[in-house]
């Protein structure tokens, strides 16, 4: 458990910094602001929106109502009934762009009998609350929306307008949430910067370690094995038999790492990662292109840092086999898809012909799916957003650093990118075994952690949109 006010000093010194800045003399009284988090998340959690079927409407119905407390309008926005997006708007000057908070209200499922604590009660124990979607991605949500009514209740002068979007979708759906809301209401939301989900406040040994602020993400690009050959009986062996071959083709995918490539996010990334890591662990990250210890390197951090690992290049990961349907039967043929994230820069076309290389196998095709998307171009280092990121950071943990990190996953913040929106991602306060359980069982969040978060990004706000 994180001791109750183990952050205040920092953070006091962070407001009487920022007070002295251009921001409003008025600072929120973050105590309450917290516990009305607390509330606010634990009712929220208990609102199922597991996707699927999803039932957003009911979510966002749920933050309507507590945004209209606060005298907020907002408008709900379906493409399917009961698959709602919500928007809400804090008008600004016009001198600036609008600024985008956003989140969704979907959840991944659980499995009831492997949880420890009802998934839906959102129970407190030992400083966490636990509940799906604590983390992914309810708990983002709520402070986005603890920051709009501080910024209403306060009457903070702004120059830009701030928007609020709770969407739908996000958990393999986007057709009814991001996609539908960025192709048919974009009026409705669009902005020069959005803060999304897909960063952290990582805490490590008692402290926020580092930052990390996403600004890109790898592209999923599925591929799909074909094996075919002849149909027999079991007791007599053929050459052909494709479960034979596709079993071979996995296996040279599963083992192969494509090249190292890194990009200005990641290069960034590992430099400034090696200054606040132990010894032994910056070795590794200022030596990944050494031309002698690299490959012995990059095998390393696979071994002790496979996330990591991603991030420094394309990765292949061979996920299902389909092939046989009697044991004592050779079957016709067999099937493979394999999860490829591509690096935002990848060429499509020439790695599927590097897999088919890799496979080396006539009678195994190799095929990428044809609905693989462009990737959009990365948000910047050097603009203001990603500066106040850096600014905030500096203030309120003078010994962390900020990250900018290329997430290996997906996020919604792609669509926007993919409109012109410097789109950034960050999170609440976790540690790495916080992290693990997103998607997974007994999914939880650090109950102090909320309130660094929400002083965090409400400074970060105020750094871009008040006057």
């Known amino acids: 458990m994180i001791p109750r006010g183990m952050f ?85 000057s016009g001198g600036k762009q609008p600024l985008l908070l956003l989140g969704h209200l979907d959840t991944v499922g659980v499995q009831r009998d492997q949880w420890t604590v009802d998934p839906f009660a959102a129970e407190i124990k030992d400083g966490y609350l636990y509940g799906r979607g604590a983390l992914d991605d309810k708990g983002m949500l709520t402070v986005c929306l603890e920051v709009m009514l501080l910024l209403k209740r306060l009457n903070v002068p702004l120059e830009r307008d701030v928007i609020f979007l709770a969407e739908a979708g996000e958990e393999g759906t986007p057709q009814v949430g991001i996609d539908y809301m960025v192709n048919e209401h974009w009026d409705k939301i669009a902005c020069e910067f959005a803060i999304n989900e897909g960063g952290e406040l990582s805490f490590k040994d008692g402290r926020v370690h580092y ?172 603009n203001e957003m990603f500066r106040a990121f850096e600014r905030v950071q500096q203030r309120m943990f003078p010994d962390a650093t900020t990250l900018p990190v290329m997430i290996t996953g997906a996020t919604d913040s792609a669509p926007l990118r993919g409109k012109g929106v410097q789109a950034y991602g960050i999170g609440c306060l976790r540690t790495e075994e916080d992290a693990l359980r997103m998607h997974g069982d007994d999914e939880r969040v650090q109950v102090a952690g909320l309130r660094t978060f929400i002083e965090y990004l409400y400074a970060v706000v105020l750094e871009v949109a008040a006057k």
């Open 211 to 382: 930052v990390g602020v996403s600004t890109t993400e790898k592209v999923p690009r599925p591929v799909f094995l074909y094996a075919k050959g002849t149909s027999g009986h079991g007791s007599k062996p053929l050459l052909d038999n494709p479960v034979v071959h596709l079993g071979e083709a996995v296996a040279r995918l599963g083992r192969w790492q494509p090249p190292l490539r890194l990009n200005e996010t990641t290069r960034v990334f590992f430099e400034r990662l090696a200054k606040i890591s132990p010894p032994e662990e910056a070795f590794l990250y200022e030596n990944l292109e050494d031309p002698v210890l690299g490959e012995t390197v990059q095998m390393k951090l696979w071994q002790s840092k496979p996330g990591y690992n991603s991030m420094l290049r394309t990765s292949v990961s061979p996920n299902i086999i389909e092939g046989g349907f009697r044991r004592n039967v050779i079957p016709t043929d067999a099937r493979a898809q394999v999860d490829v994230r591509a690096l935002p820069d990848e060429d499509p076309e020439k790695f599927v012909e590097l897999l088919r290389q890799v496979v080396n196998n006539p009678r195994v095709e190799v095929v990428m799916s044809a609905s693989s998307q462009p990737a959009p171009p990365p948000s910047r280092l050097d």
């Open 8 to 92: 205040r000093p920092a953070l006091a010194l962070a407001i009487l910094t920022i007070g002295a800045a251009t921001i409003p003399a008025a600072q929120p009284d973050f105590a309450k602001a917290h516990e009305e988090i607390v509330t606010n998340l634990r009712a929220f959690i208990g609102v199922d929106t597991m996707n699927p079927p999803g039932n957003e409407t009911r979510g966002a119905k749920f933050l309507q109502d507590l945004l209209a407390r606060d005298g907020i309008a907002s408008e709900i926005y379906e493409k399917e009934a009961g698959r709602g997006n919500l928007v809400a708007r804090l008008k600004g």
